[in-house]
Each structure stands twice: as structure tokens, then as C-alpha cells.
Nanobody, 115 residues
Framework: QVQLVESGGGLVQPGGSLRLSCAASGDVFSIKTMAWYRQAPGKEREWVAFITSGGGLTNYADSVKGRFAISRDNTKNTVYLQLNSLKADDTAVYYC????????WGQGTQVTVSP
């Protein structure tokens, strides 16, 4: 069974940056469109960004467009999310999954943006 392990979160000041990583076990990673999601306290989990299997197409939620960048390395079964110009509203637990959300969720990685 494919497993997802997110890492790279932390506490950062407004305007700061972080780079999140998501490592996937199994051999299906390279054929899947992958995405990052986030869930803030008391809110529904929401989509943040996706990247197609070959990396040729990306798209972002309006709330993060121009600030976040998704990328992937299929040789390492890893997808990344670069977070720049962070705001307090970006505080959430960040998860990765396929676009179809068809892999069991990992534990996520906490991002906290605070002075």
C-alpha cells in the first residue's frame, strides 16, 4: 500500500518561507497527478496546488497563487511545496495526496505563521 510522509513544516514569521516535502512509497507515484492540501483549525481541508504526473502542468488555489510553488522529483517519489511570503492565514496542517485523494492520508506537517 502506498504511504505518504510529509515533512518540512514549522514556525515562521509573516513574510517568511518554508519548503515542504512529501515522500511516497510504492511505484505508482510517477503516474499520478499529485496535490497539496491544507486544513486550518475548525475548517474543511482545502486544495492548495496540484502538479501533473510529468510536471508539465501546475495550478494553484487563488489564495496562494504567486506565493507558493509545487514541484516534483519522480526519481525520488517526492513532491514539494515552496511556501513564500507566508501569512497568518496560511497556518494549517499541510498534506499531500493524489488529485483523486485515493491514497490514505499521511500525518501532515504543521505550518504556523506567527510573529
Amino acid at each position: 500500500q502506498v504511504q505518504l510522509v510529509e515533512s518540512g513544516g514549522g514556525l515562521v514569521q509573516p513574510g517568511g518561507s518554508l519548503r515542504l516535502s512529501c515522500a511516497a512509497s510504492g511505484d505508482v507515484f510517477s503516474i499520478k497527478t499529485m496535490a497539496w492540501y491544507r486544513q486550518a483549525p475548525g475548517k474543511e481541508r482545502e486544495w492548495v496546488a496540484f502538479i501533473t504526473s510529468g510536471g508539465g502542468l501546475t495550478n494553484y488555489a487563488d489564495s496562494v497563487k504567486g506565493r507558493f510553488a509545487i514541484s516534483r522529483d519522480n526519481t525520488k517519489n517526492t513532491v514539494y511545496l515552496q511556501l513564500n511570503s507566508l501569512k497568518a492565514d496560511d497556518t494549517a496542517v499541510y498534506y499531500c495526496n493524489t488529485w483523486g485523494r485515493d491514497i490514505p492520508w499521511g500525518q501532515g506537517t504543521q505550518v504556523t505563521v506567527s510573529p
